[in-house]
């Protein structure tokens, strides 16, 4: 496999999806550069929708302010949302992403396809330690937090990027735009 596909499903009715391999290096790969509006601890969770996410041992590499956390998620147990875990994130950019590689040591001839959905981010407090998820963009108590996510797609090694912006739905007029 070398390239990304397009379907019209999932979070948005828009996805990306490849095909997962055994391969010692990636040919494709999703990747989420991150923003932040304010630092904090966030809950990240990936949007895995049947029957695109097949893979197993689907690995999210998350580069945060506190270093880099790879996390291995079974895109089948759930068709939704799936958490990946609660990291700090700095203020800005500052190389904060998000990175899900094709090589899942999962074999080529078994056809099985990786999906690049949504993320979503939601402010986590000791206060609340469940928070109430909203998508891409959130709101939270009094404060607003506008996080804006560019996710990336290529395929290594032929120059091929493919670029979409993913933000929630309006739902709250008190939401900082950019």
């Given at each position: 496999?070398?390239?990304?596909?397009?379907?019209?499903?999932?979070?948005?009715?828009?996805?990306?999806?490849?095909?997962?391999?055994?391969?010692?290096?990636?040919?494709?790969?999703?990747?989420?550069?991150?923003?932040?509006?304010?630092?904090g601890?966030?809950?990240?969770?990936?949007?895995?929708?049947?029957?695109?996410?097949?893979?197993?041992?689907?690995?999210?590499?998350?580069?945060?302010?506190?270093?880099?956390?790879?996390?291995?998620?079974?895109?089948?147990?759930?068709?939704?949302?799936?958490?990946?875990?609660?990291?700090?994130?700095?203020a800005?950019?500052?190389?904060?992403s998000?990175?899900?590689?094709?090589?899942?040591?999962?074999?080529?001839?078994?056809?099985?396809?990786?999906?690049?959905?949504?993320?979503?981010?939601?402010?986590?407090?000791?206060?609340?330690?469940?928070?109430?998820?909203?998508?891409?963009?959130?709101?939270?108590?009094e404060?607003?937090?506008?996080?804006?996510?560019?996710?990336?797609?290529?395929s290594?090694?032929?120059?091929?990027?493919?670029?979409?912006?993913?933000?929630?739905?309006?739902?709250?007029?008190?939401?900082?735009?950019h």
């Amino acid at each position: 496999p070398m390239y990304i596909r397009s379907e019209a499903a999932g979070y948005g009715s828009s996805l990306k999806w490849t095909h997962a391999t055994d391969s010692a290096a990636p040919a494709n790969f999703g990747m989420w550069s991150l923003h932040f509006a304010a630092a904090g601890r966030y809950r990240v969770e990936a949007y895995t929708p049947a029957p695109f996410g097949e893979s197993r041992q689907t690995v999210y590499r998350v580069h945060h302010g506190d270093g880099n956390t790879p996390v291995t998620i079974d895109q089948t147990a759930v068709d939704g949302w799936t958490t990946l875990g609660d990291f700090d994130f700095v203020a800005g950019g500052h190389g904060q992403s998000i990175r899900v590689d094709d090589n899942t040591g999962e074999a080529n001839s078994t056809n099985t396809q990786i999906v690049f959905d949504a993320l979503r981010f939601t402010p986590v407090t000791q206060e609340d330690p469940q928070p109430e998820a909203s998508g891409c963009a959130t709101t939270h108590g009094e404060s607003s937090v506008f996080l804006a996510l560019l996710m990336l797609i290529g395929s290594l090694g032929h120059g091929a990027h493919t670029r979409s912006t993913r933000r929630a739905p309006r739902r709250d007029a008190r939401r900082i735009r950019h």
